[in-house]
C-alpha cells in the first residue's frame, strides 16, 4: 500500500527556512495520475493548502497565495521524495505539517504522519 | 476562495445513535467535496470524496449525500472509535481546495 514518511526538523528560528522530506512508497513521484501535497494545520489557520508538484511530461508547480513568495516545492526522482521549503518563517508558520497524495480520481486520500513544527528562538 | 462552512461546531451524541454533520459552501462545489475523519495526534483520514463515494476501506454506517452549496455526512450508529474531529474540504476550485473549521463529535 502506499505510505508517506516524513521527516525533518521540529524546530526552526525566526527568519530561518523550514525544510521537510516526504518519502514515497507503493507510488512514484513522478505519476502521472498523482499530484503531491504540503498541507499545514494550526489552531489559528485550520487546515491550509500550501502547494503541489506533479508531473505530466514535465514537471508542475502551484502555490498557495499566503506563501508563494517564501515557498519551494521539489520532487527527487532518484530518492522518491518530495519536499518543502518555507522561507523566512514567524511564529505564524508554526503548525503541525503534513503531506500528502491527490490522485486525479480523489482528493487527499494518503497523508504522511505529521510534524510538528515551531518557530521559535 | 471558496469559503466551506461547517455545523455544528460540536455534536453531542450516544454510542449506537445517529451522527448528521452540515457542510455549507459558499459558492457551487458541484460534486467534488470530500469528508475526513481525524483524531488527536493523528493525520485526518479520507472518508468520502465526490460527495458519496466512500473510500477503499471506510465502514458502510459512513455516508455522504449533497451536491452544490450543501452537504451532510452521515454516521448511522455511531461506535466509540467515531468520537472524532470531521472535516469537509471542496476540490472544485483546485487549487486549492479549501476545508471547513471543523465538527467535533463527542460523546453524549
Known amino acids: 500500500q502506499v505510505q508517506l514518511q516524513q521527516s525533518g526538523p521540529g524546530l526552526v528560528k525566526p527568519s530561518q527556512t523550514l525544510s521537510l522530506t516526504c518519502a514515497i512508497s507503493g507510488d512514484y513521484v513522478s505519476s502521472n495520475s498523482a499530484a503531491w501535497n504540503w498541507i499545514r494545520q494550526s489552531p489559528s489557520r485550520g487546515l491550509e493548502w500550501l502547494g503541489r508538484?506533479?508531473?505530466?511530461?514535465?514537471?508542475?508547480?502551484d502555490y498557495a497565495v499566503s506563501v508563494k513568495s517564501r515557498i519551494t516545492i521539489n520532487a527527487d526522482t532518484s530518492k522518491n521524495q518530495f519536499s518543502l521549503q518555507l522561507n523566512s518563517v514567524t511564529p505564524e508558520d508554526t503548525a503541525v505539517y503534513y503531506c500528502a497524495r491527490k490522485t486525479t480520481v480523489t482528493t487527499f486520500d494518503i497523508w504522511g504522519q505529521g510534524t510538528m513544527v515551531t518557530v521559535s528562538s | 476562495e471558496i469559503v466551506m462552512t461547517q455545523s455544528p461546531a460540536t455534536l453531542s451524541v450516544s454510542p449506537g445513535e445517529r451522527a448528521t454533520l452540515s457542510c455549507r459552501a459558499s459558492q457551487s462545489v458541484t460534486s467534488n467535496l470530500a469528508w475526513y475523519q481525524q483524531k488527536p495526534g493523528q493525520a485526518p483520514r479520507l472518508l468520502i470524496y465526490g460527495a458519496s463515494t466512500r473510500a477503499t476501506g471506510i465502514p458502510a454506517r459512513f455516508s455522504g449525500s449533497g451536491s452544490g452549496t450543501e452537504f451532510t455526512l452521515t454516521i448511522s450508529s455511531l461506535q466509540s472509535e467515531d468520537f472524532a474531529v470531521y472535516y469537509c474540504?471542496?476540490?472544485?476550485?483546485?487549487?486549492?481546495?479549501?476545508f471547513g473549521q471543523g465538527t467535533k463529535v463527542e460523546i453524549k
Open positions: 508538484t506533479y508531473y505530466r511530461s514535465k514537471w508542475y508547480n
Open positions: 474540504q471542496q476540490y472544485n476550485n483546485w487549487p486549492p481546495g479549501t
